[in-house]
C-alpha cells in the first residue's frame, strides 16, 4: 500500500517521538539497562501500528520498510543517551506522548482510508494506532495504562482521527487535511494536561458513614 510523503513524514516523526517517550519512560519509571530501553522505546513506538495493520489484514509497515526500525531504534537510543539531560525536563515526556498520539491518529486513519474501509472504522484505527503502543509501554512497566486514566487522552486521538478523515472525504489538500487535524490533537492533549481538564463521569452514589447516622 502506497504512502503519500506527508503522511509518510507525519508517521515517522510519530515513530521517533513515541519511542523517545516510551524510552524516557523505561530511563525513569522501571530503570532498565540499554536493552531494555531500546524494546521499550521501540515497542511505544511501532506498536500501535503493527496493531493497526494486522487489523486491515496487511503487511505491517515495520517489517517492510527499515525506516521505520531506524526511526524507533534512533529516538530509543537518543532517549537513552541524554536520558540525565532529558529528565530535568520533566514535561518532555508529556510532549514527546502527546507528539506521538497526535500524529499516529492522523496517520493511523489515514492508512485505514487507502485499505478501503469506511470512515467510522477509520476514525476507530486512527485512535488504536495512536493508543496502541503506549498501552503496551504501560503494560510492560506494570502501570495502569494512560489510556484509563487520564481523561484527556483518547479524546484529542478521537477527534483528530475524526477531522482527518472529514478532511480527506471532503478532498482538502493533502498537507492541510494532515497537519491541522494532528495540530488540534496536541493542542486538547496538552491543554487536558495543563489545566487537568476531565470528561464528565457518571455520578457517584455517597454512602452514608457513621458520621451522617442520627444519633439514638
Known sequence: MLQSPVILVLDLLG???????GALTAARAARLDLIGVLVLGMMTALGGGILRDLLINVPPATFGDLRYLAAAAGGALLAFLLSVELERFTRLITVFDAIGLSVFCVTGASKALDAGLGGVQAVLLGVITAVGGGTLRDVVVQRVPTVLTSDFYAVPALVGAA?????????????????????????????????????????????????DEPDR
Open 163 to 211: 477531522l482527518a478523515v472529514a478532511a480527506l472525504q471532503l478532498d482538502l489538500p493533502e498537507l492541510v487535511g494532515a497537519l491541522v487535524p494532528a495540530a488540534i490533537a496536541f493542542t486538547i492533549r496538552m491543554l487536558g494536561v495543563r489545566f487537568n481538564l476531565r470528561v464528565p463521569r457518571p455520578r457517584q452514589h455517597r454512602l452514608r458513614g457513621a458520621a
Open 15 to 21: 515513530t521517533f517521538a513515541f519511542a523517545l517517550n
